[in-house]
Structure formats: structure tokens, C-alpha cells
């Protein structure tokens, strides 16, 4: 049987699209396909409701062009 978790975080990603070089790291490590490339090849987030905040993104881009602000649900 699947039960609801409460999400434990809130909050958004700063996204440094001017930084973003376009190598597909942090889509290639998102565990809920929240990000992808544009047209242009830099970083979004078209499905940012489905985020977890778990910052795989964020550890994973080298060039530091993504941010994950997180506030802790209480």
C-alpha cells in the first residue's frame, strides 16, 4: 500500500542561466526530471512543482549555475 511522505522542504532554485553551459549533469541527475534544457541549451525548470529539493542538481553542476533555496516544512 502507497502512503503520502509529507514533503520535509519547501522552496525554489535560483537558476545562473548566464553560467550554464549546457553539459546535462543536473538533468541527468534529477530523480523526479524536473529540469531540462531549452532551446538555447541552458538550464529550466518547467516542472518545478516536482521537486524535492534534495540539492543533486545543485552538488552535481559544475559550473554552480544552480541554487537550491530549501526551507524545512514544519
Avoid at 550554464?20 to 549533469?25: L, P, S, Y
Avoid at 532551446?39 to 552535481?60: A, H, V, Y
Wanted: charged share 30%; net charge positive; with cysteine.
Amino acid at each position: 500500500r502507497k502512503r503520502d511522505i509529507p514533503m520535509p522542504y519547501t522552496g525554489h532554485l535560483e537558476l545562473r542561466r548566464e553560467w550554464c553551459k549546457g553539459c546535462n549533469i543536473c538533468v541527468a541527475f534529477c530523480p523526479k526530471d524536473v529540469l531540462e534544457l531549452d532551446l538555447s541549451g541552458k538550464i529550466t525548470n518547467p516542472r518545478m512543482q516536482d521537486c524535492i529539493f534534495c540539492r543533486l542538481c545543485e552538488i552535481r553542476c559544475p559550473d554552480l549555475a544552480i541554487t537550491v533555496v530549501r526551507e524545512k516544512v514544519s
